[in-house]
């Protein structure tokens, strides 16, 4: 897919940049390696979360894409989702990847199911039932295989009914709250072996996905990664 030349989208990095983390590194190559397939001049700009509390629109204005990235907890948990709501909001195309993700599932369910108390087990140790907790297994420098939903946005990425993705992550969706979204428009989109939740994608928005799993791995091994293909060719039309 080529967008077309002279197209130059602006993509917000949300999150707290540290040049020690693997993933950190690997997002600037990711959008560079999909903005050369598909033939579009990136630009992307770090935007810490502490910016971003309480007025994400100001520091949000102008872009074209919004990626709330790995690494937690943030500086600021109520900046990242308020960026996350932004993009929900706005209908600003929006990726989340393994900490964006957990962030994702927060503020989906904080304003719009009603959850107003939902958390977060890594900020609120002492949660008796947090929305966000440890996962069974730790996925800290692990890969796993995932298959996607037929018909979902992701599965069209992929062309494919799974893949082998990597992760650096401890939490994950409670499997006890997985009902509550059932019959919205955040619906999930891909799966582990064992069935549990490894990526979401909200229905009748431009673009706004967000996966536990960090595709932005693949360009360390000169790979373009397909779902960060679509992520930069959905903010074409944004």
């Known amino acids: 897919m080529n967008v077309g030349r002279g197209y130059s989208p ?47 629109a100001t520091a949000l204005a102008g872009f074209h894409g919004i990626w709330c990235v790995p690494a937690t907890p943030y500086a600021s948990t109520e900046g990242a989702l308020l960026a996350v709501r932004f993009a929900r909001e706005r209908g600003t195309p929006f990726l989340g990847t393994c900490g964006g993700f957990q962030h994702a599932l927060l503020e989906y369910a904080r304003d719009v199911l009603g959850l107003e108390d939902a958390t977060h087990a890594e900020i609120d140790s002492e949660a008796s039932d947090p929305l966000i907790a440890p996962l069974s297994c730790s996925l800290i420098e692990r890969s796993g295989r995932v298959r996607f939903a037929p018909g979902t946005r992701v599965h069209a990425a992929y062309g494919s009914e799974s893949a082998e993705e990597e992760y650096h992550c401890r939490y994950g969706l409670n499997p006890s709250y997985e009902k509550r979204f059932d019959g919205g428009p955040l619906r999930v989109a891909a799966r582990d072996e064992a069935g549990e939740v490894r990526a979401v994608e909200l229905v009748g928005h431009p673009f706004f996905v967000a996966t536990l799993f960090q595709p932005e791995r693949a360009a360390l091994a000169g790979r373009s990664h397909p779902l960060i293909e679509a992520f930069v060719g959905a903010t074409r039309c944004s």
């Not at 707290?16 to 690997?26: E, K, L």
């Not at 600037?28 to 971003?52: C, F, N, Y």
Request: glycine share 6%; aromatic share 4%.
């Open 10 to 56: 602006r993509i917000a990095l949300v999150g707290d940049h540290d040049s020690a983390v693997t993933a950190h590194r690997a997002i600037p190559l990711a959008l560079d390696q999909a903005a050369e397939r598909l033939g579009v001049e990136v630009s992307a700009r770090w935007i810490g979360t502490d910016r971003l509390f309480p007025n994400a």
